[in-house]
């Protein structure tokens, strides 16, 4: 009787396989990050979206409560309220509270102390940094605080501390813009007597971080809500700001 020896074989083809290979970990990898984008793409663009309808929607509620505020005392509210001395007070977002739904809140404002008195910061604080009426979903901003500004500067509807009627808008009212949101870096206080000078406007360039594609969000006279691209030169955004002179 024979007796045969058993073949040796080669260790590597014994071995069992385990885990992948480099090149077929780096497919795995590549398959997974394009389905992942794949799927998550339409979902962060659909949610933009609702946030850009949301600052639409908050532009186009103050624009109304401004013609509100209009049409009960026969002009705009002045940029700021003054004391005896001439000192700011307090903002228009102030004054506008009551058409804003927001009667309450007004209420436990002081208007005869500034807005940063100890009693009225208390109250600005009571309202949380994504308060409804003037804030941008699409930025992350500080407790308090806003990116919608008032456009003031000599030619504009609203001025700095005096009221200004709708009347003495000779240029026409779809063009001529009143409020404009502003990057989170020039975001400030809502209750801040604070807002856009033409310095601040003409600044903007296609470098500017804004918080929505395509533009700087704008309110116009009319109450209309649309879209200034970033690229405008310093002469069209005067022409956009005055009452006599509007421009697209």
């Keep these: 009787m024979f007796h045969t020896k058993p073949l040796a074989r080669d260790a590597s083809t014994m071995q069992t396989r385990t885990g992948f290979t480099l090149i077929e970990l780096l497919v795995v990898i590549t398959i997974t990050g394009v389905l992942a984008w794949w799927f998550l793409t ?11 309808a949301q600052c639409k929607n908050s532009l186009k ?15 705009l509210p002045p940029a700021y309220t003054v004391d005896e001395h001439g000192k700011p007070l307090h903002s228009w ?8 739904d927001q009667q309450d809140l007004y ?5 005869s102390q500034p807005w940063d008195d100890p009693a009225n910061a208390a109250v600005s604080q009571t309202t949380s940094g994504q308060f409804y009426p003037y804030t941008c979903p699409s930025v992350n901003l500080s407790k308090g605080h806003t ?5 003031v500067t000599p030619e504009s509807c609203i001025q700095p501390d005096k009221p200004r009627r709708l009347s003495e808008v000779s240029g026409g009212r779809a063009g001529i813009v009143m409020l404009v949101e502003v990057d989170d870096e020039h975001a400030v206080p809502w209750m801040a007597p604070r807002d856009a000078n033409e ?9 500017t ?11 116009y006279v009319d109450g209309s809500i649309g879209t200034v691209e970033a690229n405008r030169s310093a002469d069209q955004w005067r022409a956009m700001i005055s009452i006599t002179n509007a421009g697209r």
């Design 209 to 219: 971080k804004l918080p929505h594609h395509g533009g700087r969000r704008v309110t």
């Design 107 to 111: 209420r436990k404002i002081d208007l």
């Design 61 to 75: 509620h103050i624009g109304m409560a401004l013609q509100a505020y209009e049409a009960e005392y026969g002009t």
């Design 147 to 151: 990116t919608y500004l008032a456009v």
């Design 93 to 100: 977002r102030t004054l506008i509270l009551p058409y804003l």
């Design 199 to 207: 310095s601040l406007l003409t600044s903007i360039s296609k470098d």
């Design 42 to 52: 339409p979902v962060t663009r659909s949610r933009e979206s609702a946030r850009s």
